[in-house]
C-alpha cells in the first residue's frame, strides 16, 4: 500500500489515514463552535497539537491557566490557544520554559498574545538567542576540525588540543565553555 509523505502523515497508509479520519478525536476537533468560550483539556489538545499531558504540564508551572466546573474539569479561555501556540514557537528557538513562564506573566490572564507581545519577547530574547547561535556555530566548526582529523579524541588530538594543554584548564569540554 502507498505511504503519504509529509510530517505527521509519513507512518501512515491511507487505510489508516481514512480511519483517522472516521475517528471521534478528529470529529472532535471539527465540531468545536468558533463562538465557544472556553475548551476542555481534549479540545485544546486537538486544536494545539500539544498533548494533554504537556498541557497540564504548563499548567502546574504556572504557563497557562484553566477554571474548574463543578464537576472540577478543566477548562480553558479561547486565548489559551494563542499562548500554547506562544510557548511552543518560543521553545522551538530554544527559549527555557523558566524564561516563557517569566515573559508570560505580563500577559493579562485569559488574553492572547499580540504581535506587539511576541515582538517584546523576541526582543527580550535576542542577546540570548544570539549568543547561543554563536556557541552553536563555534561547536559545529569545532566538531568539523575533529571529525577531519579522524582521531575523535579531543584530549589527545594534536590538532585541537596539542599537549592535552585544554586538560590544565579544568574538566569539561573547555573550548565550547564561554569565558
Known sequence: MRRITGPIWARMTMLELKHWFKSSNVAAMTSLSPDADALTI?????????????LRFYERQGLIRSRRTSGNQRRYSRATLRQVAFIRASQNVGIPLSDIGGVLEFLPADTAPTQEFWERASACWKDMLNARIKQMERMRDLFTE??????LSFDQCALINPGDKLGKQGPGPRRLIPG
Open 42 to 54: 481534549g479540545e485544546l489538545a486537538d486544536r494545539s497539537g500539544v498533548p494533554a499531558s504537556a
Open 146 to 151: 575533529c571529525i577531519g582529523c579522524g582521531c
